[in-house]
């Protein structure tokens, strides 16, 4: 089992290469209302800080928790609340040792017996397979539990480095229907719940006797997350100083903050695709001729250059280079099959009978013209990719309609297939996510879950040799590139803006925000 946690590393090199330190922290030490607040301007509000409902995990909610294991920098797995493990002959069963002195944010002890009931929790709320399949779980005194599961499941250590599968927080604060956390958010991370103003701020403020380090708590007493989704809103709230940090810097702003001496740029390489997702319940998409059709009439290129401004790296296979269990091999076939050929995608249209055009160039099949719809949040990057994309779907005779929806209404709707294309993304730090995406009664985006796939994915998962495990998904990884049920098209870096603050960075690997005694600059 040591080798698999050993052997649970993401390719972070080209997260690293592409970190920019910047200048150093300007004479501005504070945006807040007051000297003691860290004042951070934020995109998207995450529609609950109850880590196993939310639909959304990022900075702005993640911090509330400490989780059962972390991330290192260079993509080793390591200690979180979990001090110790021991893991049984048969790899289906491992004991956990929870550090000493461990308390939640009420300064109730964390014991077995609330991480038990804290999975349990997940489980039943969530329904979420992060955790593998679970048999049984058992408390053997306050620091000691066991988990047995059926088979065995060697990414439960990567995924509960993330507050989703490994957060903690405590039961005894819910009521009996196991809800209302949101009136009283307890949990065990860095940061302690202060107050939450729907559809403007979530406060915080560090939590003294979560476990710092060497470098120690953060030096501010509130730290604010302002939820501000317009790009230009954002930058000038930055500009003139009313916030401290910018986190998803606009693409357009990048050269400019880079420039100025007075602020620091740092990105991370993501750790998840963006991609187009086709229901594949809708007739359209049944001939795969269509689905490849599609794929090639996309050029990447443009994409990240114009809507992105470079900041991005296009990719054509199922995984991104940050993530466990991704192949070269599978991202350049891939780019083979897949790489932009407008003539090509109009052939395969043809061969599937879409062999008319209408007097708008559109072209139809027994009378009827190709119309698709294609979802976008209303991010103002993704609304441009929609529209490079609605342009190079007409090249080929596709009448493509631009559907810019909430990003909570999407969440909503694509588990019950509304949609006919979606621009998405994921974000995982293992392999297993095709798991999520694709398989048995998981697949609620795609909406595409063969047996086959799935067995495939089941195989995976209860892999315990790491070798072995990259060649399943490498196979894996085959199939999906050429069944095509969706168009990856690039992996994102995330850049984040600081001014007048030190000892602040974005973890290389999990993108968080890392405090190591953080404190306002000179």
Known sequence: MKRIVAGIMLTSAMMLAACNPGADAGEKKNAGSNSDELVIAHVREPDTVDIHNTTWTDDANTH??????????EG???????EDYKVSDDSKSVTFTLKEGLKFHNGNPITAEAVVSNLQRYLDVSHGTHLGPIESMEALDDRTFVINWETPFAPFFSNTTTSNAGGVLDTSVLDADNAGFEKNPVASGPLKHVETKRGESITYEPFEDYYWGEAGAPEFKKVTFRFVPDDETRMLEFKKGSVNVLTDVPPQSIKELEADKDVTVQKVLDAGNTYIGFNMKRPKFEDIRVRQALALAIDRTPIVEQALQGAAQPIYGPLPPTIFGYSQEVEDKAKDMYSYDKEKAKQLLADAGWDETNGKGIVMKDGEPLTIELWSTDEPAMQRIGQIVQNQL???????????????AIRAQLPEGAHEMVIWQYGWYDADILQALFGKDQ?????????????????????????????DYEEIGDYLVENSPWIPLFVREKVTAFRGVEGLHKHPISDMLIWDGAKFGN
Do not use: C
């Not at 007409?394 to 909570?408: Q, T």
């Open 64 to 73: 509330l928790y400490g989780t059962l294991f972390r991330f290192d920098d």
């Open 76 to 82: 080793n797995v390591i200690d979180g609340l979990v």
């Open 394 to 408: 007409a090249e080929i005779g596709v009448d493509l309609k631009l559907v810019v929806k909430e990003d909570s």
């Open 443 to 471: 697949s609620t985006r795609m909406h595409w879950e063969p047996e086959d796939l799935n067995s495939m994915l089941v195989d995976a998962s209860a892999e315990m040799d790491m070798d072995q495990r990259l060649k």
